[in-house]
């Protein structure tokens, strides 16, 4: 195997030599790989697919409102828009119970809600 790596790292150290390598749009910047090994194999796609277009599922969704209704109550200062900010909360928070119990939390769910919850400041 590390026949294989010499190799490779030799062709790359001649490429850039001969600077066919100067124009790749992140040059010079990290590249930030992502950690897919806790990921089921047969979720990986669609997760990818997901991240890249941006999109939540519908209880990360959910759950992302909430949170960030949450904010918006503490930092209010009027009476009403809080109470009004609390009432959408509750229904938020129904339509995400109503959800999971419908899908019963799958497994997948369960491995990484957490991770999700963390990185969405839950």
Excluded: W
Aim: charged share 40%; with cysteine.
């Amino acid at each position: 195997m590390n026949f294989l790596r010499n190799i490779a790292e030799a062709r790359i150290r001649e490429a850039i030599e001969r600077g066919e390598l100067d124009d790749l749009p992140l040059r010079g910047k990290p590249i930030r790989v992502e950690d897919l090994s806790r990921v089921p194999d047969d979720l990986r796609v669609g997760f990818m697919v997901l991240k890249r277009a941006g999109v939540l599922p519908e209880e990360m969704q959910l759950q992302k409102e909430i949170v960030t209704l949450a904010d918006l109550i503490r930092a209010c200062e009027d009476d009403g828009q809080r109470e009004r900010l609390r009432k959408r909360m509750n229904e938020r928070q129904l339509q995400f119970r109503i959800l999971m119990e419908r899908r019963k939390r799958s497994a997948a769910f369960h491995r990484y809600g957490g991770k999700i919850r963390r990185r969405l400041g839950a």
